[in-house]
Nanobody, 118 residues
Framework: QVQLVESGGGLVQSGGSLRLTCLAPGIDFNKYSMGWYRQVPGGQRLLVAS??????????DAVQGRFTISRDTTDATKNTLYLQMNNLKPDDTAVYYC?????????WGQGTQVTVSA
């Protein structure tokens, strides 16, 4: 059973930075593309950044140039996905989740809350 665990969220002022971490033990990053998603209350969970199994990143326009997705595959037992978020804006406020780029419902974790104050 895969258990994704997100952490690193918090409260920051506009223009600040946060680094999110997703522990993904048991998921082979060399086989699967991964993504970071975010969800606001009453909204859909949306993909904001992804990285292919061969390391190519992609971003939605709203975060392009501010967010960086990366991964650590040095230890397959604790593969880790990161999202470096810089120049944060109030519109980035959401709960952030990680999952496969084609998400599997059973893999959703609790997410981590990011709140950006104006």
């Amino acid at each position: 059973q895969v258990q994704l665990v997100e952490s690193g969220g918090g409260l920051v002022q506009s223009g600040g930075s946060l680094r999110l971490t997703c522990l993904a033990p048991g998921i082979d990053f060399n086989k699967y593309s991964m993504g970071w998603y975010r969800q606001v209350p009453g909204g859909q969970r949306l993909l904001v950044a992804s990285v292919t199994n061969d390391g190519r990143p992609d971003y939605i326009d709203a975060v392009q140039g501010r967010f960086t997705i990366s991964r650590d595959t040095t230890d397959a037992t604790k593969n880790t996905l990161y999202l470096q978020m810089n120049n944060l804006k109030p519109d980035d406020t959401a709960v952030y989740y990680c999952n496969l780029n084609k998400p599997i419902a059973a893999f959703w974790g609790q997410g981590t809350q990011v709140t950006v104050s104006a």
